[in-house]
């Protein structure tokens, strides 16, 4: 069965340091893998997606993630944080055969300090 | 475009009440989802349908029940509330042509007392 397991459940960052947000799954097919954003009291949005294409995936507002398959890792990162980056953050892998059925980690709150 | 539109916005309902969750998506998209977010649980699937008339349980199915009413429509019925379902629902709905990237509604806040 497919799992993700993101590293740590609130992570802290000042304001123009690096973001990383670790997200680690579990797959017996190649998987698709998304990082989703949660802003307060709002839906998810997709900040980036991994469909096999390469391995290193950008997305909006200056994220990316890398796919490592020997690691089997998808980590987000963003060079910079800004006060806006302040939401909760989803790893989640699909099946990607089954109508994209999505298995969601348990998410990460990104605090940015001033 | 509305994209994917959820009803009510918040609820209170007291212990063996039921309601329904109404979802509506207008991007012509053939798979529905319903979940539930918890704190510190993420998001977990409820219930699902891959196209019109058809419907599979999820992760939590227990207590819940769903009706595709038409391709745009996907409704979460709660026959009788606990205090369990107390959570923020999202609907969601996907194009099912390989990449599955889910579109999610604003959510629906309920609270069992």
């Known amino acids: 069965a497919q799992s993700v397991t993101q590293l740590g459940s609130h992570v802290s960052v000042s304001e123009g340091a690096l973001v990383l947000l670790r997200c680690n799954y579990s797959?017996?097919?190649?998987?698709?893998l998304f990082w989703y954003v949660q802003y307060p009291n709002q839906g998810l949005q997709l900040l980036l997606k991994?469909?096999?294409?390469?391995?290193l995936v950008k997305g909006i507002n200056g994220f990316e993630a890398e796919f490592k398959k020997s690691e089997t890792s998808f980590h987000l990162t963003k060079p910079s944080a800004h006060m806006s980056d302040a939401a909760e953050y989803f790893c989640a892998v699909s099946e990607g055969n089954q109508g994209g059925k999505l298995i969601f980690g348990q998410g990460t709150e990104l605090s940015v300090k001033p | 475009n509305a994209g994917v539109t959820q009803t009510p916005k918040f609820q209170v309902l007291k212990t063996g009440q039921s309601m329904t969750l109404q979802c509506a998506q207008d991007m012509n998209h053939n798979s529905m989802y319903w979940y539930r977010q918890d704190p510190g649980m993420g998001l977990r699937l409820i219930y699902y349908s891959a196209s019109e008339g058809t419907t599979d349980k999820g992760e939590v199915p227990n207590g819940y029940n769903v009706s595709r009413l038409n391709k745009r429509e996907f409704s979460l019925r709660l026959e009788s509330a606990a205090p369990s379902q107390t959570s923020v629902y999202f609907c969601?709905?996907?194009?099912?042509?390989?990449?599955?990237?889910?579109?999610f509604g604003p959510g629906t806040r309920l609270t069992v007392t």
């Open positions: 969601a709905s996907s194009d099912d042509r390989g990449l599955a990237e889910q579109y």
């Open positions: 991994y469909t096999s294409a390469a391995t």
């Open positions: 797959s017996s097919v190649p998987p698709y």
